[in-house]
């Protein structure tokens, strides 16, 4: 595990970090959150960090019970488990630079490598982006500065062999 950052105080979709409420049997840090529901929800960090959990649970009832339960709907880039190609390089992108337990995450958020706001928790933006830019099946996301995060003015569609001669020991 990586030094405990201290969340007090700060804002999570609807939840904002009271204290800190231990660890999980995994040895994750957990923290005491309040809902802006009013309730208190104990969540492990690196789900707030992630936007993994974004509430108490109110959130997803909320959006259930308006017909917009999940993201699937939102977009169809995920139905029934199965995901798609452009969605799984999109979260492959959130995975790298936002889960410190992530195999590649010292070669991205370790570097400080992060996600424009504008794709962060917008899939939707970033397949609009993808598909006005040239995404197609073999191509990958290419970061045209290896040195800054993944935005619409620093990415493009490159092949496997373009990505090679894009590398920071090329």
């Not at 999980?24 to 802006?36: E, K, T």
């Not at 009013?38 to 789900?47: D, L, Q, T």
């Not at 424009?116 to 939707?124: A, G, M």
Request: charged share 25%; hydrophobic share 30%.
């Amino acid at each position: 595990m990586g030094k405990l950052v201290d969340l007090t105080g700060q804002r999570f979709g609807k939840l904002v970090v009271v204290e800190r409420a231990g660890s999980s049997i995994s040895g994750f840090a957990m923290w005491r959150c309040r809902c802006d529901c009013g309730k208190i929800a104990i969540v492990i960090g690196r789900n707030l960090r992630t936007g993994n959990t974004r509430s108490c649970g109110c959130l997803y009832v909320d959006e259930r019970n308006n017909r917009l339960a999940t993201i699937n709907i939102t977009h169809g880039a995920t139905c029934c488990g199965n995901r798609t190609r452009l969605y799984n390089i999109w979260s492959g992108m959130k995975e790298r630079c936002y889960n410190h337990s992530a195999i590649n995450y010292k070669n991205y958020g370790g570097r400080g490598i992060t996600i424009c706001t504008e794709w962060l928790h917008d899939f939707k933006a970033f397949r609009d982006w993808a598909l006005s830019h040239g995404y197609q099946e073999g191509l990958s996301i290419d970061r045209i500065d290896n040195d800054k995060g993944y935005s619409p003015d620093n990415c493009r569609w490159a092949t496997a062999k373009e990505q090679r001669h894009n590398r920071r020991d090329s």
